[in-house]
T-cell receptor, first 110, second 119 residues
Framework: RKEVEQDPGPFNVPEGATVAFNCTYS??????FFWYRQDCRKEPKLLMS???SGNEDGRFTAQLNRASQYISLLIRDSKLSDSATYLC???????????FGSGTKLNVKP | GAVVSQHPSWVICKSGTSVKIECRSL??????MFWYRQFPKQSLMLMAT?????????EQGVEKDKFLINHASLTLSTLTVTSAHPEDSSFYIC???????????????FGEGSRLTVL
């Protein structure tokens, strides 16, 4: 079983839609969780860290469910510029070990 | 925030030559560096993990004699693709984690990536 699993998509949604991605992780001892965004032919950039209590940044909301071992990312009022691949990253019980999901591709269409 | 600088951003070389890619942490001590490879329309693939001053740990299927990694200081790691061939053409990205102000940075910071094309 992979350490981190994501639905590769693509998710094709119209502008203004709300879209949610989930990511499951296998190591219950995982400490830190992140969502990164990667545009085509660019390096991943941190979108947001995911805290136990959940956190929101503008149109983006991230949540952690430790019992079911998944994290989620909700994007409200999708913009064309949100089109990208969203990577789920989980830090293991060792700060020097990071596990990546395969990424979920989002296409926001006019 | 912490910055990782990677260069060259792109390189074209002849088959059989070696190419060195550098990754520098600019405002934190990169105790651990990760090197990835990404082929078009595929996800990041971890190649190796290196801790400063130690030999790199390579993922299964990655040839350590072909992809030489050096992490001799807390601010610099290099990846050398030796005797490059067209199938080595890819997007190579480094990332780092470590200490800033004495505290673990927690997250990963990525370099800008290096696009290698081997003719």
């Amino acid at each position: 079983r992979k350490e981190v699993e994501q639905d590769p998509g693509p998710f094709n949604v119209p502008e203004g839609a709300t879209v949610a991605f989930n990511c499951t992780y296998s190591n219950s001892a995982s400490q830190s969780f992140f969502w990164y965004r990667q545009d085509c032919r660019k390096e991943p950039k941190l979108l947001m860290s995911v805290y136990s209590s959940g956190n929101e940044d503008g149109r983006f909301t991230a949540q952690l469910n430790r019992a079911s071992q998944y994290i989620s990312l909700l994007i409200r009022d999708s913009k064309l510029s949100d089109s990208a691949t969203y990577l789920c990253v989980v830090n293991g019980d060792n700060f020097n070990k990071f596990y990546f999901g395969s990424g979920t591709k989002l296409n926001v269409k006019p | 925030g912490a910055v990782v600088s990677q260069h060259p951003s792109w390189v074209i070389c002849k088959s059989g030559t070696s190419v060195k890619i550098e990754c520098r942490s600019l405002d934190f001590q990169a105790t651990t560096m990760f090197w990835y490879r990404q082929f078009p329309k595929q996800s990041l693939m971890l190649m190796a993990t290196s801790n400063e001053g130690s030999k790199a740990t390579y993922e299964q299927g990655v040839e350590k004699d072909k992809f030489l990694i050096n992490h001799a200081s807390l601010t610099l790691s290099t990846l050398t693709v030796t005797s490059a061939h067209p199938e080595d053409s890819s997007f190579y990205i480094c990332s780092a984690t470590g200490l800033a102000g004495g505290q673990n940075t927690g997250e990963l910071f990525f370099g800008e990536g290096s696009r290698l094309t081997v003719l």
